[in-house]
């Protein structure tokens, strides 16, 4: 389902993490309550995934979760234009300032 519309006009994001992880829990409980679409990209640990070089391109880090929101349509000779954030209170909160409408995860 990736690149189907989603939010505001805004393409689906992807979020990449382990299932074993509690910031992607985080995340993956935060979309369901505001009812946000996403694609999960799953990041094996075990396996070490997070240390493959596709995956630090997205997180020079190594860690999970990742969130990757794409904010224009893929051209045909480029990749979409995005914003990546890598920690899950960062995406929390970019979240909380990109959809308002949802229902609120935080406190005013």
Do not use: F
């Not at 910031?23 to 935060?30: F, K, N």
């Not at 920690?87 to 909380?96: A, D, G, I, K, T």
Request: net charge negative; glycine share 4%.
């Amino acid at each position: 389902r990736e690149g189907v519309p989603a939010e505001e006009g805004l393409l689906m994001p992807t979020l990449y993490g382990y299932w074993r992880s509690s910031a992607t829990w985080r995340l993956r409980i935060a979309c369901e309550y505001k009812k946000i679409n996403y694609v999960y990209h799953p990041i094996n640990l075990l396996k070490s995934e997070e240390s493959s070089a596709e995956y630090l391109k997205i997180n020079p880090m190594g860690q999970v979760p990742s969130w990757v929101q794409p904010l224009a349509a893929k051209k045909a000779d480029s990749a979409p234009e995005s914003i990546v954030i890598n920690q899950s209170l960062s995406v929390l909160e970019y979240l909380e300032e990109t959809m308002p409408n949802a229902p609120a995860l935080m406190p005013p």
